[in-house]
């Protein structure tokens, strides 16, 4: 059902109402991976060329557990994402 839903998501909503070509998630050949990579070349290229590289790293605790289910759907109809995903993805939260 998860790949269902996936595949829907990339060929209906994020095809009509593009993602930040910046993100990784959801686009063909990124991932948690590629981000990293990315970010260490970006680091790499700084010290290489004699500057210095600084990071700020942080992890929202909750981030998704504290996010309102209306602000999610409201999020998912603004995307004209169908009922029946959107009814999915309010039951996978609650």
Known sequence: MEKLVDRYLRDGPLAN??????QHAFQSGRSTESALHQLVGRIERALDAGQHALGAFFD????????????V?????????????????????T
Do not use: C, Y
Not at 60 to 71: C, E, R, V, Y
């Open 60 to 71: 929202i605790q909750g981030a998704f557990d504290n996010t309102p289910l209306l602000s």
């Open 17 to 22: 109402l593009p993602i930040h070509r910046q």
């Open 73 to 93: 759907k409201q999020a998912l109809a603004e995307r004209d994402v169908i009922l029946a995903v959107r009814q999915w993805t309010s039951a996978m939260i």
